[in-house]
């Protein structure tokens, strides 16, 4: 018996420690796919979102941390049973792989659908974290949404605590362009996104209030959740303000 045990611990040794890759953020989109989102408003989000993560500002944003990486996912959220990963986790530490997370977010087709479910989405987003290969110094769920509706899944609140009680960041994308289905007529999505979905330090909410302002508000947004120090991220939103 104490030979056996002897080989056992001997093989457990022989196996390599779990590695998980270290750098600066992990980083969840929830981007919204709900009824009130068509095809076209689908392909329009995920432009502005392959745009923004290519552009130089949000890679200067990315190389000014000290691992000089992230590591992204893009899923689209409905109902607390859809929840559709359309690219998965993806080391961006410049140009290519940003390219590379661009090309499969435009090219992959849509697969969630159903009534808002933000509570199932944001415990989503946690479960992605909890179970991939990567370390981040930050780790930050990012949800857009045209409503604060939860018809489905987990409360808002329920799933908000756990979230943010795990050290994870939520921040919020508003979405009030008429082409992305307008602001909702009964409540100020702002404020209830300031109230009810985001959480932990610095969160914040970024509007985007036009389609003409919709990428821009992406842009701005990755800016301020990749740059882990504030100073640096207003220096790069400066200068961007600046080339307008």
Known sequence: MRIILAVVVWCLFLIPPAFSEELDL???????????IDDEEIRFQ????????????VLNAIASNIYGKIVVTYVEW?????QDVVVDWTVIDGPESAQHFATELMAAPRRAY????IGAAL???????DDNAFAGLRRVIDLSADSANNWNGPTIPEARNIVVSSGI????????CRHCSGRPIAYDLEKRFYESII?????FVVTADSPATFAEAVRKKLILEIAAKPADAQRILKQLAALQ
């Open 26 to 36: 992990e980083l969840v989109l929830l981007a919204d796919a709900t009824g009130s």
């Open 46 to 57: 995920r432009k502005g979102y392959a745009d923004a993560i290519t552009d130089p500002s």
């Open 78 to 82: 409905a109902d607390m049973h859809s």
């Open 114 to 117: 159903g009534r808002n479910a």
């Open 123 to 129: 415990l989503k987003g946690k479960e992605l974290i």
């Open 169 to 176: 960041v939520i921040n919020g994308l508003a979405v009030l």
């Open 199 to 203: 959480g932990g330090p610095a969160a």
